[in-house]
């Protein structure tokens, strides 16, 4: 028989088509791509040439932009169940504490699983699989939420949860799932793609992962043994759509496309009609000139960031800080050259924060960078923490990326002085994921906000162009 899967990740509460890089020859280009009427159609499309088709979301659903954020999440749901979704996982879906969390899963027709996330009785907060007949195969679904989300996210996402890697729960879940006569394992994790990787390599039993997290672009299958691995970017951009060939009750062949969400695909209509009605009290916002870029502003980058510039630029010029930091975040969807809009800066940094300040000496500050290589980059990849490099502003860093733990920085610069560790340097950031808590001193939260302060330069510097000025180069 044959099992069709639709699978898409890390869609951030982009309901419509939205400019996307897209990665060329000559370089990176934007094309308008995404927006759940568009993933409607496509998994309709699957599900008419095969009624055993199922519909994964890999989670970092709920959050991402303005009208999801207002809402907590609410305005989703309603949506979300006409794609015929089977189950999901998450990460950013703590962002409104474990109560909203629950109160998001009661109104989808499908659960939201994590076989790692602990309440503080020991009790799981989530289930941890699910199991779905399909024809005459039956499949288990376990499912991994994002290991990071009580070690380097706010502290609301966890309060009352502990939250462990799942490489412990996964072999016993496998075991429980198998005893009860399901044929094909399906691994819904939203771990990260390396971390994934090093899981199933250590954990038998497995089929098929669906990778999330990460923002991979898997335009093939990764095999590890004989466990297929896919993910599929970030934004609703794409669709993975993965055909199985199933033979007694073993995958025998199996086909893979990455499909962009492009818009010469006809909106689903319904969704469609959903979609605008959420989204009309944000018309106005969307076409708000605040501004103009010359320059393409995008974080898919590890390392250094354009659209990140733009706003390191805004705090820092604001409070006249040394420095300004700011957290690695993969999200955001990019702003061609041309007109900034109000909703464009939303995109950026949907949470709208004030800008806080906060004295750190040179040791504190190559200390926190030390760490944060390490979060990126560590070799371990269960020890890879976080999302890109920490954005940073004021700094020169040089850098080998190979080399072990607390070793990666050879030379640091502070503007155009050679740090110094017993220096005290006033610092200006956003959230505590882009200064941690634990250190510096005389820290301040201002009553102003990132937008306001990233509007305000705008109309100072306008129009605006990046640097493109590398603050963390490799030697």
Not at 101 to 113: A, E, F, R, T
Not at 129 to 140: A, D, K, R, T
Not at 291 to 317: A, F, P, Q, W
Not at 367 to 388: I, V, W
Request: glycine share 10%.
């Amino acid at each position: 028989m044959k099992i069709d899967i639709a699978y898409f990740n890390d869609v951030h509460g982009y309901l419509e088509p939205h400019q996307e890089i897209f990665f060329e020859g000559r370089g990176k280009e934007t094309r308008l791509a995404g927006g759940y009427a568009r993933l409607k159609t496509l998994i309709e499309g699957i599900k008419a040439k095969n009624q055993n088709t199922l519909v994964f979301d890999g989670g970092d659903t709920f959050h991402g932009t303005l009208p999801v954020l207002d809402s907590k999440g609410e305005i989703l749901p309603d949506m979300l169940n006409k794609m015929d979704i089977r189950a999901m996982v998450g990460h950013w879906d703590f962002a409104y504490g474990k109560d909203q969390l629950l109160k998001l899963q009661s109104m989808l027709s499908y659960p939201i699983l994590g076989c790692n996330v602990y309440q503080d009785n020991g009790s799981l907060l989530l289930d941890p699989y699910l199991i779905i007949p399909c024809g005459e195969v039956s499949i288990g679904v376990i499912g991994i939420c994002s290991s990071i989300i009580d070690k380097t996210m706010p502290s609301k996402f966890s309060e009352g949860l502990k939250v462990t890697d799942g490489a412990e729960e996964l072999p016993k879940y496998v075991a429980e799932v198998k005893g009860q006569g399901v044929d094909i394992i399906i691994l819904l994790s939203h771990n990260g793609y390396p971390q994934d990787l090093k899981m199933i390599s250590e954990v038998a039993g497995i089929d098929i992962c669906l990778s999330a997290h990460t923002h991979n672009r898997l335009f093939e299958p990764t095999l590890v043994g004989e466990t297929i691995v896919i993910q599929c970017g970030c934004h609703g951009s794409f669709l993975g759509h993965l055909s199985l060939d199933i033979a007694e009750g073993k995958i025998s062949s199996y086909d893979y496309q990455l499909i962009p969400v492009l818009t010469a695909i006809a909106p689903e209509k319904e969704t469609a009609a959903l979609i605008d009605q959420v989204l009309e009290p944000y018309r106005q916002m969307q076409t708000e000139k605040v501004g103009v870029t010359e320059s393409l502003l995008h974080r898919y980058d590890s390392i250094n960031s354009s659209m990140d510039e733009l706003l390191l630029r805004s705090i820092k010029s604001f409070t006249r800080a040394d420095v300004a930091f700011s957290n690695g975040w993969r999200y955001g969807a990019p702003i061609p050259a041309g007109v900034i809009t109000r909703f464009d800066l939303y995109n950026m940094v949907p949470m709208n924060p004030v800008i806080s300040t906060v004295e750190l000496t040179g040791k504190e500050i190559l200390g926190m960078l030390e760490e944060n290589l390490e979060r990126t980059f560590s070799a371990d990849p269960m020890g890879q923490m976080g999302g890109y490099v920490k954005r940073s502003l004021g700094i020169k860093a040089y850098m080998r990326i190979e080399n072990p733990k607390k070793h990666r920085i050879q030379q640091l610069f502070i503007g155009d002085q050679h740090m110094e560790d017993a220096g005290t340097y006033l610092c200006a950031f956003i959230t505590s994921q882009g200064v941690p808590e634990d250190i510096g001193k005389n820290r301040k939260d201002l009553t102003d906000t990132t937008i306001d302060a990233i509007v305000s330069y705008l109309q100072s510097n306008n129009p605006y162009r990046s640097s493109g000025a590398e603050i963390f180069s490799l030697v």
